[in-house]
């Protein structure tokens, strides 16, 4: 959520970031909420004149009293009675400010870094690197979903009986590679310092708005309305949860974690070829990095993290490309993101893997999460990478190290994690 103080200093800033985010009528909500802004701070300001009035008055009763000036006590008393009255009716005014400015800024994306290119969608979108050997698959090979079948590694249709469309079962030596996948990522993130947690699969209301998913505006998230709850679409929701309403030591910073878990998205409106096999799922499994950063390292801490998503993608063998993402292709709560894209031969065309976001203070602002700086309490920035997610990692390395036989070649890097080194059909 923006910061009303940052937009009160600097609105122009405000509506520039919100149009470059193709956000209509940026200007006119700004101004709302100034005035929004002005009208609570000129009434919150009345109610401490108020209060005072009316403290003293009351303490000048007694003394009035004493005194036989039973007419100014008397008056006193009024004084005393129509200020508490009158800073009631304004706290409910100041209370239904609040709601309304609470209301507008939920509505808001976070405003884009400096850094960002501006656009509209993912063809804006710049290409920052290339790594990695790039080749064209021959003309027998097959895209991940013909290969999977005729190994029996993972089955979609057995998936679609037992929930729906875009829920798979790993099968055999297909389980056991997704496995190896997951704690290759762990032993990774754990060896470049993360600590590992391991969250609960469902987050409640308040989770939900922390970071940015709630109020779900394009209907991504699974719900379970009779206990108010929802499936969790990345690690990163109950991981960045844990420290709402906490105070970090400064000293700390940053705050490292990583965590495995399924992950549930909706994908509505997600239809066509793109989205066949393991390009596009309802249910998914997904490592991901997740940072609490002192604001003047965030950006440094965000180079880090990419860096350690693409030495992932380097020791699987897989090529790959760095985007920076343009300010209409974000994500709703993000500053700055880079998107990790692996080359499909058999596709012929690129998968996202990972997406490593800075929210700056987005999220710390609902989360209430400030380390404290010099005796004051001061937002944290956050930020998050999947580190990988797995889906499009094993549809690529299914498709690009597939043999003449239909047999698949396992990088020598996950050797130690499996008793085969091929999958074959067994």
């Not at 239904?96 to 960002?116: A, F, G, R, W």
């Not at 409640?204 to 940015?212: C, F, I």
């Not at 490292?256 to 393991?278: D, I, K, M, Q, W």
């Not at 797995?390 to 239909?406: F, H, Y």
Request: some cysteine; charged content about 30%; proline content about 5%.
């Amino acid at each position: 959520m923006l910061e009303i103080k940052k937009i009160r200093e600097d609105a122009d800033r405000f509506v520039k970031g919100l149009v470059a985010r193709g956000f209509v009528d940026a200007e006119a909500t700004i101004q709302r909420l100034t005035e929004i802004d002005r009208k609570r701070r000129e009434k919150t300001h009345a109610m401490q004149q108020l209060q005072a009035e009316g403290k003293q008055a009351a303490k000048s009763i007694g003394a009035l009293l004493k005194e036989g000036k039973k007419e100014e006590a008397e008056a006193a008393k009024r004084v005393s009675a129509e200020s508490k009255s009158r800073i009631k009716e304004i706290e409910e005014e100041v209370r239904n400010l609040d709601k309304e400015q609470k209301e507008i800024l939920y509505t808001l994306p976070n405003i884009p870094h400096s850094s960002v290119p501006v656009g509209q969608t993912e063809t804006d979108n710049l290409e920052v690197s290339r790594h990695g050997e790039f080749k064209e698959a021959p003309e027998w090979a097959l895209p991940h979903w013909e290969l999977a079948r005729e190994l029996d590694i993972i089955d979609w249709e057995l998936g679609a009986k037992v929930t729906g469309a875009g829920f798979p079962v790993y099968k055999g030596q297909g389980a056991k590679f997704l496995r190896a996948l997951i704690q290759f990522f762990l032993d990774e993130a754990e060896a470049a310092g993360y600590t590992e947690m391991v969250p609960p699969l469902l987050i409640n209301e308040a989770s939900g708005y922390g970071t940015g998913q709630l109020p779900d505006k394009e209907g991504q998230m699974y719900e379970v309305p009779l206990d108010g709850l929802y499936l969790i679409p990345t690690a990163e929701v109950p991981i960045t949860n844990l420290y709402r309403d906490v105070i970090v030591d400064s000293e700390g910073l940053p705050i490292r974690n990583c965590g495995y878990t399924p992950c549930f998205r909706r994908e509505a409106g997600s239809y066509g070829a793109h989205v066949r096999g393991l390009n596009r799922l309802h249910q998914f499994d997904k490592v991901e990095i997740v940072e609490i950063a002192h604001p003047e390292e965030s950006y440094k801490r965000l180079e880090v993290m990419l860096g350690h998503a693409r030495g992932l993608l380097d020791k699987l063998g897989l090529p790959h490309r760095v985007l920076l993402l343009c300010t209409g292709d974000m994500g709703f709560t993000s500053a700055k993101t880079y998107d990790l894209e692996v080359y499909s031969g058999a596709q012929k065309r690129w998968l996202e893997v990972s997406s490593v976001s800075n929210f700056e203070t987005y999220q710390a602002n609902r989360l209430m999460l400030r380390f404290r700086r010099e005796k004051k309490n001061q937002l944290a920035h956050t930020l998050n990478g999947s580190a990988l997610a797995l889906p499009r990692v094993m549809a690529a390395l299914i498709e690009n190290n597939q043999n003449p036989d239909g047999s698949i070649n396992i990088p020598e890097v996950l050797h130690p994690y499996l008793r085969f080194t091929k999958l074959t059909k067994q």
